[in-house]
């Protein structure tokens, strides 16, 4: 029975590697930095980034069932420009600015609406490559881009 659980447990992590050669091909040529799955978590409201099919990109509750079904299980693919794309693991879709400070998932492509660069200014900030605005997240607003201002919303 071990050595079942064993070949089991190999078979999914190489499927899951074979997963992420294909969804770092999906988002578009360049030569990556480094690419890995990461969990934002915004500096104010404790909330974590999340993508899902019903709710799109959205800020929850930060919990074990949500990172293992791939919700909070954030893409993070970096480019040599010092841009990075954002894609959901459980949706295959990219973080995309939409302008007037609606975000929301769309198929990843290279646009800079789906470029952001990533600076450390009390926490990680993700600024817009296309509006130039910051991703931003409020009790308020919730999830938007918004002016870069340096608040803890903007920090992740």
């Given at each position: 029975?071990?050595?079942?659980?064993?070949?089991?447990?190999?078979?999914?992590t190489?499927?899951?590697?074979?997963?992420?050669t294909?969804?770092?091909?999906?988002?578009?040529?360049?030569?990556?930095?480094?690419?890995?799955?990461?969990?934002?978590?915004?500096?104010?409201?404790?909330?974590c980034?999340?993508?899902?099919?019903?709710?799109?990109?959205?800020?929850?509750?930060?919990?074990?069932?949500?990172?293992?079904?791939?919700?909070?299980?954030?893409?993070?693919?970096?480019?040599?420009?010092?841009?990075?794309r954002?894609?959901g693991?459980?949706?295959?879709?990219?973080?995309?600015?939409?302008?007037?400070?609606?975000?929301?998932?769309?198929?990843?492509?290279?646009?800079?609406?789906?470029?952001?660069f990533?600076?450390?200014?009390?926490?990680?900030?993700?600024?817009?490559?296309?509006?130039?605005?910051?991703?931003?997240?409020?009790?308020?607003?919730?999830?938007?881009?918004?002016?870069?201002?340096?608040?803890?919303?903007?920090?992740?």
């Open positions: 029975m071990r050595t079942i659980r064993r070949i089991a447990s190999i078979a999914s190489a499927a899951t590697l074979m997963a992420a294909s969804l770092a091909l999906a988002i578009g040529a360049g030569t990556a930095q480094a690419d890995s799955y990461v969990q934002y978590v915004n500096g104010y409201t404790g909330l980034l999340d993508d899902s099919n019903s709710y799109n990109w959205r800020t929850f509750s930060c919990n074990q069932g949500s990172w293992d079904a791939g919700y909070q299980k954030i893409y993070h693919h970096e480019y040599n420009d010092g841009t990075e954002l894609m693991a459980a949706t295959g879709l990219c973080l995309r600015d939409f302008g007037g400070g609606r975000v929301g998932h769309a198929g990843c492509d290279t646009s800079q609406a789906e470029s952001w990533h600076t450390y200014d009390n926490g990680l900030r993700l600024r817009n490559q296309a509006s130039g605005w910051c991703l931003d997240d409020s009790p308020q607003a919730h999830l938007r881009t918004f002016p870069c201002n340096g608040l803890a919303y903007q920090a992740w």
